[in-house]
């Protein structure tokens, strides 16, 4: 993951502005105008808003931007975080559970 970091930073940028472009294309305003937040593009002005799912088609025709911002780590959501109710995965092994051991009875 360390060495992903930055691409991994730079396409969710890419994918945020062409979703932000995709939306102000929809409403016909300008897309600094606009911001993505939650899951949804939001028209700061009027408050108007659109789910990723509804842009995603529209944001995918588009011309992949050569240059975008990235996000500000002060502005990081979700990263460095804890994340409540959840637990890591029990790891596997090759040991059968004794469910699937057992016969049932015919």
Not at 42 to 58: D, E, M, N
Request: with cysteine; aromatic share 4%.
């Amino acid at each position: 993951m360390r060495g992903n970091w930055e691409p991994l930073r730079r396409a969710g940028a890419t994918a945020r502005a062409l979703l932000v472009t995709a939306a102000a294309q929809t409403w016909k305003v300008d897309p600094s105008s606009c911001h993505a937040a939650q899951g949804q593009v939001i028209h700061g002005p009027t408050g108007r808003s659109l789910g990723y799912g509804a842009l995603v088609a529209q944001a995918a025709a588009l011309p992949v931007p050569g240059h975008v911002t990235l996000k500000d780590p002060k502005d990081f959501q979700l990263i460095g975080t804890p994340r409540s109710g959840s637990t890591p995965p029990r790891r596997s092994t090759a040991r059968r559970s004794s469910a699937s051991t057992s016969r049932s009875p015919a």
